[in-house]
């Protein structure tokens, strides 16, 4: 049904910057949240940041500061904005929908909540 495509990975420098895209093929439903999530090689798959059509955003604690996420309904889109980059960043980052967002009073940070999900994109942040 609803395909996820993000973009916007890469190779950076410790210190740098990236923006992440996720992009819907439709929109996902009346009422959605888009989060984001990562997987570093052996770890396990982690909550980021995420935000709805309707609903406020939220960012994990190890990036508040540094990362900021948007969204433009209009393209059922979703941006990841990445600052002052440091290796521990360094995973797969995944984008994924939440359908249910009318039923929530607030964006879901566990991935069970999610019914969509991308292929990720990969960030890999040198020292």
């Known amino acids: 049904q609803v395909q996820l495509v993000e973009s916007g990975g890469g190779l950076v420098q410790a210190g740098g910057s990236l923006r992440l895209s996720c992009a819907a093929s439709e929109r996902p439903s009346s009422n959605y949240n888009m989060g984001w999530f990562r997987q570093a090689p052996g770890k396990v798959r982690e909550f980021v940041a995420a935000i709805g059509s309707t609903s406020s955003a939220s960012l994990a604690d190890s990036v508040k500061g540094r990362f900021t996420i948007s969204s433009d309904n209009a393209k059922n889109t979703v941006y990841l904005q990445m600052n002052n980059l440091k290796p521990e960043d360094t995973a797969v980052y995944y984008c994924?929908?939440?359908?249910?967002?009318?039923?929530?009073?607030?964006?879901?940070?566990?991935?069970?909540?999610?019914?969509?999900w991308g292929q990720g994109t990969q960030v890999t942040v040198s020292s």
């Open positions: 994924a929908v939440d359908t249910h967002g009318a039923f929530r009073s607030r964006v879901p940070t566990i991935q069970a909540a999610y019914s969509y």
